[in-house]
């Protein structure tokens, strides 16, 4: 089967595979038919993770089911789906609690697997024509039968709807209240219409790229071009001068300023000026234990220099990690079958799975009208 294989720094390309195939009685084969391009495709599309060549990435997948295991009784051939990016076993002690992004079973000696994903297990990825899916009767969200109509909605149950869903869960966000959300990328996005969904009063979105700030805008978000002004300044003039009850962090650990310099600890810290005292932080851009490649010895260590006594003197509350997809799927699949969500309006591209070489160059350099790309493997 066709699939994109990751060569190396910057080096990815269209090969043909082994097919994915079904390797356990609990697996499920699905034929891919959309599969997205995430941020989190980029810290190792650019080298900074200790990513392996020769393996295939994506993990933002939804499609046809073509073959089940002898052990899968829910999921049926022909079944639409969406596949948490998470791979999880359910029955573990994290699964159990629905921590599914921390299965213990999925990646032994760690906790958390996915597809196409350094450091979570040996998966491939579904930037591919076909995909397998382990423990499928509890992995797989079925769909209703608007799936294959609004795919570029579902789809977006991967990952990133959730997972913004899921920073706006970490930091608390109320009806009523102000937010700032740093990055207005997908997750960002996602974050900020998570927070508009859930009746936040005030969504402000922090970024430099006019064509991501201006989509925050068309979902009602304040868009605060860093580039221009000092963004903390413009969150406190908003609010006040306190700062936003809630913050969000959909950047990551490759955070970098306007003109491009990686400044590790520059959004942990803006966060923390930029939201009140009391106030609670919401963690879900990627930050690792190591990072050789880093800007600073700290960097390089998987440490910042982070501003813990503003942090603790402010009596402020932080959480972080991957998103439990299967923590928010359903709900949210439901949003989008009654059409009162419809993540799509992130999509700036859908294109063939050949093209994917070149759409990840394009995403990687936030070249403009590149805010999220979708590949269908069957066009
Ligand atoms: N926790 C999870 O489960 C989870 C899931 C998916 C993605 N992620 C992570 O979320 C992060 C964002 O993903 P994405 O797909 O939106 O990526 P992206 O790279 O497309 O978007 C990041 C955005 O942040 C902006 N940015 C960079 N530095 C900034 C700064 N100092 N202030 C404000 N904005 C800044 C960039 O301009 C860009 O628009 C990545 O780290 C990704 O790995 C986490
Ligand atoms: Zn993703
Ligand atoms: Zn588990």
Request: one cysteine or more; a negative charge.
């Amino acid at each position: 089967m066709k699939a994109l294989v990751y060569n190396g720094p910057r080096d990815v390309s269209i090969e043909n595979v082994p097919d994915a195939k079904i390797e356990r009685p609990t697996d499920a084969l699905v034929k891919i038919v959309v599969t997205n391009i995430c941020g989190s495709d980029l810290h190792m599309y650019e080298g900074r993770t200790g990513m392996e060549s020769g393996r295939v990435l994506g993990h933002e997948n939804f499609g046809q089911v073509v073959e089940i295991g002898s052990a899968v009784d829910r999921v049926k051939v022909g079944d639409w789906v969406c596949l948490p990016f998470n791979i999880a076993c359910g029955f573990c002690e994290n699964c159990e609690r629905g921590l599914t992004g921390f299965c213990l079973t999925t990646n032994p000696g760690s906790a958390g697997a996915a597809y196409g994903f350094d450091q979570m297990g040996p998966y491939a990825g579904g930037q591919a024509e076909y995909l397998r899916v382990p423990y499928a009767d509890f992995n797989a969200l079925v769909l209703p039968p608007d799936a294959e109509e609004k795919q570029l909605d579902y789809v977006m149950l991967s990952d990133i709807f959730p997972t913004g869903w899921h920073a706006t869960e970490l930091a608390g966000v109320r009806p009523g209240e102000s937010v700032a959300i740093y990055g207005a990328g997908p997750v960002g996005l996602m974050a900020a219409y998570s927070a508009m969904i859930k009746g936040a009063a005030k969504v402000m979105v922090i970024d430099r790229h006019p064509d991501r700030l201006k989509l925050a805008q068309s979902i009602g978000a304040i868009p605060i071009d860093d580039s221009a002004d000092d963004c903390v300044e413009q969150i406190l003039n908003q609010t006040g001068g306190v700062g936003a009850d809630r913050g969000c962090e959909c950047v990551g650990y490759q955070c970098h300023d306007h003109h491009g310099h990686e400044v590790s600890n520059l959004t942990m810290n803006r966060l923390v000026d930029s939201v009140r005292p009391t106030g609670g932080l919401g963690v879900v851009g990627v930050f690792v234990p190591k990072d050789p490649k880093g800007p600073d010895e700290l960097a390089k260590k998987g440490q910042m220099a982070f501003d813990f006594g503003k942090f603790w003197f402010k009596g402020q509350a932080m959480r972080t990690g991957q998103a439990n997809v299967k923590a928010y799927n359903r709900q949210l699949a439901n949003l989008i079958h009654a059409g009162r969500a419809k993540p799509s309006f992130v999509v700036s591209q859908t294109l063939a799975l050949d093209e994917a070489p070149e759409a990840y160059k394009h995403f990687d350099d936030r070249d403009h009208g590149w805010t999220k790309v979708t590949l269908k493997p069957a066009a």
